[in-house]
């Protein structure tokens, strides 16, 4: 179980999240890549209600989560830190070049292609569903994503993973995946769904997120 008090390296979460993000925030990506490369890690838990700390703004400017501590310094935006923890874990990234840059080709996809073309309807389900301009512009949110979406179930087709073996372009990808639960589209994508679950079996993102979810259970009671 690789959450330890005094682990060297730190990853900040939020001690408190409205409930749609529970279960999706992004500090889970980065304890999901530290329990599949086995690693121990220690909790900075930040409360987004408070004003940011000096302290905290210096590791992650934007005030964000998750930052990201070890030996060699402080990180934040959750692809860099993911893919510094996976460069020295063939579990999530391979060790031969091609398959290497595969993986990361992919992390960038889920970050940079899907993410922002599935936002939009995320955030209008969950913010603004019964507004008067969401039925108007509902259908072409829709279609934006599914439309990602659609190329994304293509290009996995029969494979089990995106490059042969499970990599952190599958955890990314998995995670961004996550985001669709206030909307209906992944049920369109029969293949998706069966990705999702099967990078969700993962023990590893299983422990994740249960350590996500019981940090903001503890800071509740
Ligand atoms: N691109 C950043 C996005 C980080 C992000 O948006 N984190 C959310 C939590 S999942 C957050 O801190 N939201 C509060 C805010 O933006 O002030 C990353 O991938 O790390």
């Known amino acids: 179980m690789p959450l330890k008090n005094d682990a060297p390296i730190q990853i900040s979460a939020f001690s408190w999240l409205p409930p749609f993000a529970h279960g999706v ?3 889970i990506r980065v304890r999901w890549a530290l329990e599949e490369a086995g690693l121990d890690y220690r909790t900075r838990l930040v409360d987004p209600r408070q004003p940011k700390t000096e302290d905290y703004l210096a590791e992650h400017p934007f005030g964000q989560v998750p930052s990201y501590r ?10 860099a ?16 070049s091609q398959a290497r840059k595969r993986a990361t080709i992919w992390v960038f996809a889920a970050l940079n292609t899907l993410e922002p073309a599935i936002f939009p309807l995320v955030d209008l389900e969950i913010f603004h569903a019964n507004a008067s301009w969401a039925a108007e512009r509902r259908p072409a949110f829709r279609e934006r994503a599914l439309s990602r979406l659609a190329v994304l179930e293509r290009t996995l087709g029969n494979k089990h993973w ?3 073996q499970f990599t952190v372009a599958d955890l990314m990808m ?37 350590d996500h979810l019981a940090a903001l259970s503890a800071a509740a009671s």
């Open 25 to 27: 925030a992004r500090d």
């Open 70 to 79: 070890d030996s060699e310094g402080t990180m934040f935006e959750s692809g």
């Open 81 to 96: 830190i993911v893919l510094h923890i996976a460069q020295n874990c063939p579990a999530l990234l391979p060790e031969e």
């Open 162 to 164: 995106l490059e042969g």
């Open 174 to 210: 998995v995670h961004v995946l996550r985001f669709l639960r206030p909307t209906n589209v992944i049920g369109e994508f029969p293949r998706l769904v069966a990705y999702q679950a099967r990078g969700e079996a993962r023990p590893a993102f299983q422990r994740a997120l249960a």
